[in-house]
């Protein structure tokens, strides 16, 4: 007997009534409801003043980074006050003692203590130093750095005192010393080579210049073959490192023409993306035939020249680097007609064996434009000559000291602190002396920001999943709570705000990066993607959302905040509501078992914000004295606190044990846990069976409560239950009666839930949608309960081979882990949904080959609600026979019920394979869709007028004298 359209509905009700009755009584929801409502006593409900919210963040943002800047400030000002008397020595500096970052004894030399907020052991008195393999520790550079920075660590040590959120503080000089603190064993347990060289990392390389326009010019005739294009490509890879996201690079070979190595043959922002596939275009580069110097420099100008007037590029230093190993002549008429004013400096590189041809016109040419020439035979020549470039660009800087400002890094993950950080550095610079022949440029100062710790501050100012983000001048995301590592590769995430921020009319975001860009304060509505976790899952829905945005004032960042609809209105508790009584609330607190009752974990600090965070604690709850940094916040969370607390009396009496045991039929422990999340940040759990039973999978049951107040819904907390989900096929079983038909539950995601299909094994997640067959696409497609559409999920790098093994049964294995889908729902605010079915194993498998660019991947989502009568069609399965299916929603619910009347019909299916749609960088044809904005600098290159290689004595090359 089949089951009719009346039938269908009738069964839907049973089961829904059936679940509804089990997350009423568990969680007290009607009691949950009056305590909650409107039009409650005890507690208020009070619109959410987004712009209020934002210069509330900008003004802490704002205290915290100037905390930084000043730090910073003073490690550049002791090195530079320090250095004329001591520089004056610097031919026989004196003998100091420093301890080595590797030196292996260390512990036995000073105390290590282990420090949470270091990952590792330190000494908060004393500072390492650090110099790179190829660099000689006894040479007269290094001795004399060594003399230069002695008597830092007592500025490193005053500045923690004053702001506890210092985890790094570092001077790293042009020699390739590294001064660090705090002190701390630099060992390796995989007896790897110590690589690290201060002078390539990315803090250092910004703080070192101001934003480049660089042309590179590669000769591949065939005088470079073998030896000399060899080193000549691990040169330019080597260069590659040493530009920054701030700076515009082009990359040419010639011989007798002159091609651009790449699908972008004009100056392209240095974002990582662009630096990988000039790497991989570096690889290909041969040699052959003869050279042709007039039309590569012509080439080189036109292109520096057409960026500038299409107002593309930073426009501030620009330069031309030649690699090539010999040149007929000097080309002066040339380059008095292209370069005049010396604007455009010209670095030359030498390759091949020493003395095998002349270079010295290739010297002339680097020293009458205001570069550097340099001879590189081998690899071991190839970071002096690097280091030479990086001192000529920090050259202007030494015209106007005083107006240097702070550099601040992109974000990169640092892999002993095992987060995020981006660092501020400063050029350290004596002044411009025409009569002297002393390098100006000293080298960089420099603190870490923990990432995490900004986001720790931030997170008491917002409830639920509201969130603050923050970019950089140039569109770069530098906090969000998306911006997680991918494996070990992500060590720079170079993300856009379009790549995180996902808008379901994609040009809202671009205008609010735009507004953003241009560092105006306003805010745009708009509906956007919400998700937690770092890459798209296929369970993410669209909410209705305004961002509000606005700069910092004096910092290279604009900050922005997201307030869903659902979330614009919160709980506001008076000081003197009698729910704060200090005896009740400590008596229920204190007959809680602490593991069932967590507070958000909010930062203490005092008004400067230079406290180390530690979270709120049960004993500093209950001291309203205390004075945290949210007051209205806390003192909803303690109001919060009386009233779940007869839910949790209900939890524990032996009547609700009763009850859950006699609702599913007496199965043993049918209701496994229950839990309570309030969107302020108070969580309540149980667990009936004190573990997870490994032997029953389950299930969710979980209920947004919505309160209607000025006429838009806000949802105050969130209730969940997990059930066995033998339980779940004993109600399908009573409902649907004697027929034997197959029922499928999916949920909105197209995700099956349960099915008593005899094919079903519920050992994993299914996407009903990875299945190919014609049911599925009756289901998804013809009936119109689906919708259909591609997100693009274009974080960080995608990986171009992936066996996808999709689970998501493992990221929900604790109760605590649904918290963020319950509150990201998008549904009616008085329904409940299934999640997921819950089991104890299961992990999603990456193996990859090749990282690439963007890839996209299709999300199925619930159209919408509207549609709430059932749907019949017949679908024929390979024309052996027909089956009869019957769709119908579960009332209020986001599960649709599927019934298969002819279950002894079988159609033909398959899984169906869902490969990344890979977006390769030059079919994307875009690097960065954002020009770098310089509004907040000063560009020293163009104050040069004066400055050129004729009117100082500077070393324009490694023979001058």
Same mark, same amino acid.
């Given at each position: 007997?089949?089951?009719?359209?009346?039938?269908?509905?009738?069964?839907?009700?049973?089961?829904?009534?059936?679940?509804?009755?089990?997350?009423?009584?568990?969680?007290?929801?009607?009691?949950?409801?009056? &305590?909650?409502?409107?039009?409650?006593?005890?507690?208020?409900?009070?619109?959410?003043?987004?712009?209020?919210?934002?210069?509330?963040?900008?003004?802490?943002?704002?205290?915290?980074?100037?905390?930084?800047?000043?730090?910073?400030?003073?490690?550049?000002?002791?090195?530079?006050?320090?250095?004329?008397?001591?520089?004056?020595? &610097?031919?026989?500096?004196?003998?100091?003692?420093?301890?080595?970052?590797?030196?292996?004894?260390?512990?036995?030399?000073?105390?290590?203590?282990?420090?949470?907020?270091?990952?590792?052991?330190?000494?908060?008195?004393?500072?390492?130093?650090?110099?790179?393999?190829?660099?000689?520790?006894?040479?007269?550079?290094?001795?004399?750095?060594?003399?230069?920075?002695?008597?830092?660590?007592?500025?490193?040590?005053?500045?923690?005192?004053?702001?506890?959120?210092?985890?790094?503080?570092?001077?790293?000089?042009?020699?390739?010393?590294?001064?660090? =603190?705090?002190?701390?064993?630099?060992?390796?347990?995989?007896?790897?080579?110590?690589?690290?060289?201060?002078?390539?990392?990315?803090?250092?390389?910004?703080?070192?210049?101001?934003?480049?326009?660089?042309?590179?010019?590669?000769?591949?005739?065939?005088?470079?073959?073998?030896?000399?294009?060899?080193?000549?490509?691990?040169?330019?890879?080597?260069?590659?490192?040493?530009?920054?996201?701030?700076?515009?690079?082009?990359?040419?070979?010639?011989?007798?023409?002159?091609?651009?190595?790449?699908?972008?043959?004009?100056?392209?922002?240095?974002?990582?993306?662009?630096?990988?596939?000039?790497?991989?275009?570096?690889?290909?580069?041969?040699?052959?035939?003869?050279?042709?110097?007039?039309? &590569?420099?012509?080439?080189?100008?036109?292109?520096?020249?057409?960026?500038?007037?299409?107002?593309?590029?930073?426009?501030?230093?620009?330069?031309?680097?030649?690699?090539?190993?010999?040149?007929?002549?000097?080309?002066?008429?040339?380059?008095?007609?292209?370069?005049?004013?010396?604007?455009?400096?010209? =670095?030359?590189?030498?390759?091949?064996?020493?003395?095998?041809?002349?270079?010295?016109?290739?010297?002339?040419?680097?020293?009458?434009?205001?570069?550097?020439?340099?001879?590189?035979?081998?690899?071991?020549?190839?970071?002096?000559?690097?280091?030479?470039?990086? &001192?000529?660009?920090?050259?202007?800087?030494?015209?106007?000291?005083?107006?240097?400002?702070?550099?601040?890094?992109?974000?990169?993950?640092?892999?002993?602190?095992?987060?995020?950080?981006?660092?501020?550095?400063?050029?350290?610079?004596?002044?411009?002396?025409?009569?002297?022949?002393?390098?100006?440029?000293?080298?960089?100062?420099?603190?870490?920001?923990?990432?995490?710790?900004?986001?720790?501050?931030?997170?008491?100012?917002?409830?639920?999943?509201?969130?603050?983000?923050?970019?950089?001048?140039?569109?770069?995301?530098?906090?969000?709570?998306?911006?997680?590592?991918?494996?070990?590769?992500?060590?720079?995430?170079?993300?856009?705000?379009?790549?995180?921020?996902?808008?379901?009319?994609?040009?809202?975001?671009?205008?609010?990066?735009?507004?953003?860009?241009?560092?105006?304060?306003?805010?745009?509505?708009?509906?956007?993607?919400?998700?937690?976790?770092?890459?798209?899952?296929?369970?993410?829905?669209?909410?209705?959302?305004?961002?509000?945005?606005?700069?910092?004032?004096?910092?290279?960042?604009?900050?922005?905040?997201?307030?869903?609809?659902?979330?614009?209105?919160?709980?506001?508790?008076?000081?003197?509501?009698?729910?704060?009584?200090?005896?009740?609330?400590?008596?229920?607190?204190?007959?809680?078992?602490?593991?069932?009752?967590?507070?958000?974990?909010?930062?203490?600090?005092?008004?400067?914000?230079?406290?180390?965070?530690?979270?709120?604690?049960?004993?500093?709850?209950?001291?309203?004295?205390?004075?945290?940094?949210?007051?209205?916040?806390?003192?909803?969370?303690?109001?919060?606190?009386?009233?779940?607390?007869?839910?949790?009396?209900?939890?524990?009496?032996?009547?609700?044990?009763?009850?859950?045991?006699?609702? /599913?039929?007496?199965?043993?422990?049918?209701?496994?846990?229950?839990?309570?999340?309030?969107?302020?940040?108070?969580?309540?759990?149980?667990?009936?069976?004190?573990?997870?039973?490994?032997?029953?999978?389950?299930?969710?049951?979980?209920?947004?409560?919505?309160?209607?107040?000025?006429?838009?819904?806000?949802?105050?907390?969130?209730?969940?239950?997990?059930?066995?989900?033998?339980?779940?096929?004993?109600?399908?079983?009573?409902?649907?009666?004697?027929?034997?038909?197959?029922?499928?539950?999916?949920?909105?995601?197209?995700?099956?839930?349960?099915?008593?299909?005899?094919?079903?094994?519920?050992?994993?997640?299914?996407?009903?949608?990875?299945?190919?067959?014609?049911?599925?696409?009756?289901?998804?497609?013809?009936?119109?309960?689906?919708?259909?559409?591609?997100?693009?999920?274009?974080?960080?790098?995608?990986?171009?081979?992936?066996?996808?093994?999709?689970?998501?049964?493992?990221?929900?294995?604790?109760?605590?882990?649904?918290?963020?889908?319950?509150?990201?729902?998008?549904?009616?605010?008085?329904?409940?949904?299934?999640?997921?079915?819950?089991?104890?194993?299961?992990?999603?498998?990456?193996?990859?080959?090749?990282?690439?660019?963007?890839?996209?991947?299709?999300?199925?989502?619930?159209?919408?609600?509207?549609?709430?009568?059932?749907?019949?069609?017949?679908?024929?399965?390979?024309?052996?026979?027909?089956?009869?299916?019957?769709?119908?929603?579960?009332?209020?619910?986001?599960?649709?019920?599927?019934?298969?009347?002819?279950?002894?019909?079988?159609?033909?299916?398959?899984?169906?394979?869902?490969?990344?749609?890979?977006?390769?960088?030059?079919?994307?044809?875009?690097?960065?869709?954002?020009?770098?904005?310089?509004?907040?600098?000063?560009? =020293?290159?163009?104050?040069?007028?004066?400055?050129?290689?004729?009117?100082?004595?500077?070393? /324009?090359?490694?023979?001058?004298?």
């Amino acid at each position: 007997m089949q089951i009719c359209n009346s039938r269908s509905v009738k069964i839907a009700q049973d089961i829904t009534d059936r679940l509804m009755e089990i997350l009423g009584k568990t969680t007290k929801l009607d009691y949950l409801k009056e &305590a909650f409502s409107a039009d409650s006593d005890l507690i208020r409900y009070e619109k959410i003043n987004g712009t209020k919210l934002l210069k509330e963040a900008q003004s802490k943002l704002e205290t915290i980074l100037k905390n930084k800047t000043d730090a910073v400030d003073k490690i550049a000002d002791f090195v530079r006050q320090k250095s004329p008397g001591r520089l004056e020595s &610097a031919r026989d500096p004196p003998t100091c003692s420093y301890l080595l970052a590797k030196d292996s004894s260390m512990a036995e030399k000073i105390n290590l203590t282990y420090y949470e907020e270091f990952k590792v052991e330190v000494n908060l008195t004393e500072t390492v130093i650090h110099f790179p393999v190829d660099v000689y520790e006894f040479s007269k550079e290094i001795k004399s750095a060594i003399h230069l920075t002695d008597g830092l660590d007592q500025v490193f040590i005053e500045n923690y005192e004053r702001d506890k959120f210092i985890f790094a503080q570092y001077f790293g000089s042009t020699s390739g010393l590294l001064r660090y =603190f705090p002190a701390y064993y630099w060992g390796s347990t995989t007896n790897e080579t110590d690589l690290y060289d201060c002078r390539f990392r990315s803090w250092y390389i910004e703080a070192a210049g101001q934003p480049r326009d660089v042309v590179f010019l590669m000769d591949t005739s065939g005088s470079m073959y073998g030896w000399a294009l060899r080193v000549a490509k691990y040169t330019a890879k080597t260069l590659l490192q040493i530009v920054s996201d701030k700076d515009y690079v082009a990359f040419y070979t010639f011989n007798k023409t002159t091609q651009s190595l790449s699908c972008y043959p004009q100056l392209e922002r240095a974002r990582l993306k662009y630096i990988n596939h000039l790497n991989d275009k570096i690889d290909t580069i041969d040699a052959i035939g003869a050279s042709n110097f007039s039309i &590569a420099l012509n080439t080189a100008f036109d292109v520096l020249e057409q960026s500038a007037r299409d107002n593309k590029t930073c426009d501030c230093q620009r330069a031309i680097i030649i690699f090539s190993d010999y040149v007929r002549e000097e080309y002066t008429e040339l380059l008095k007609r292209r370069n005049p004013d010396g604007r455009v400096r010209i =670095f030359i590189l030498a390759f091949g064996a020493p003395n095998q041809g002349d270079t010295s016109k290739l010297e002339k040419i680097a020293c009458a434009n205001n570069g550097y020439f340099s001879k590189v035979y081998n690899y071991g020549d190839v970071v002096p000559a690097i280091s030479n470039i990086l &001192a000529v660009f920090g050259q202007p800087l030494s015209l106007n000291t005083a107006s240097i400002q702070a550099s601040w890094s992109t974000v990169y993950y640092e892999y002993d602190r095992q987060n995020f950080v981006m660092t501020v550095g400063k050029s350290v610079v004596l002044d411009h002396d025409p009569n002297s022949e002393r390098e100006p440029f000293l080298g960089v100062a420099a603190i870490d920001v923990d990432i995490p710790q900004m986001k720790n501050i931030m997170t008491g100012m917002f409830s639920g999943i509201m969130y603050a983000f923050m970019i950089n001048n140039n569109g770069v995301v530098i906090l969000h709570p998306r911006m997680v590592p991918i494996d070990d590769y992500a060590e720079k995430p170079d993300m856009d705000i379009n790549e995180v921020e996902i808008t379901e009319d994609p040009e809202k975001i671009k205008e609010i990066a735009r507004s953003m860009l241009n560092r105006t304060t306003g805010s745009i509505r708009t509906r956007s993607l919400v998700y937690f976790k770092n890459t798209i899952s296929g369970r993410e829905n669209y909410q209705d959302t305004e961002y509000f945005f606005t700069s910092l004032e004096g910092y290279p960042f604009s900050i922005g905040i997201i307030v869903p609809e659902s979330e614009r209105q919160e709980i506001k508790v008076d000081k003197d509501n009698k729910l704060l009584n200090k005896t009740l609330l400590m008596e229920a607190i204190q007959r809680e078992v602490p593991a069932r009752l967590r507070w958000k974990r909010y930062p203490l600090c005092t008004k400067n914000l230079t406290d180390t965070i530690k979270p709120l604690s049960k004993a500093e709850a209950l001291e309203l004295e205390t004075d945290p940094c949210y007051p209205d916040r806390y003192y909803t969370m303690a109001a919060e606190v009386q009233l779940t607390q007869p839910v949790s009396d209900w939890w524990q009496s032996s009547q609700f044990r009763r009850w859950s045991t006699s609702v /599913c039929q007496n199965y043993e422990h049918c209701i496994q846990d229950a839990y309570l999340v309030t969107n302020a940040g108070i969580t309540r759990t149980y667990s009936l069976l004190g573990r997870d039973d490994k032997r029953n999978p389950y299930f969710n049951i979980s209920y947004s409560l919505g309160v209607l107040k000025d006429g838009s819904y806000v949802q105050p907390l969130s209730v969940g239950v997990k059930v066995q989900l033998k339980a779940l096929r004993y109600f399908i079983d009573v409902a649907k009666g004697a027929n034997n038909a197959s029922i499928t539950l999916l949920d909105e995601n197209a995700f099956t839930i349960f099915s008593t299909d005899q094919d079903y094994t519920p050992t994993s997640i299914e996407k009903f949608y990875d299945l190919s067959s014609n049911v599925a696409n009756f289901v998804l497609n013809t009936s119109l309960f689906y919708h259909k559409y591609q997100v693009k999920d274009c974080q960080k790098l995608c990986k171009k081979i992936i066996p996808h093994v999709q689970n998501s049964a493992h990221s929900y294995l604790s109760p605590l882990r649904t918290i963020t889908k319950f509150m990201s729902s998008i549904w009616k605010l008085f329904v409940f949904f299934l999640t997921d079915l819950f089991f104890d194993k299961g992990t999603a498998s990456h193996r990859q080959t090749k990282w690439v660019m963007c890839c996209l991947d299709e999300m199925t989502y619930f159209r919408n609600f509207s549609k709430t009568d059932p749907v019949n069609g017949s679908v024929d399965c390979g024309g052996v026979c027909k089956k009869n299916i019957t769709l119908t929603p579960l009332p209020n619910t986001n599960v649709l019920l599927v019934i298969d009347n002819n279950p002894d019909c079988v159609c033909p299916r398959k899984k169906r394979t869902r490969s990344p749609i890979i977006t390769e960088l030059c079919e994307n044809n875009q690097v960065s869709q954002w020009r770098s904005d310089l509004s907040q600098q000063v560009c =020293f290159e163009k104050l040069k007028s004066n400055l050129t290689s004729k009117e100082t004595k500077w070393k /324009c090359s490694d023979s001058s004298p």
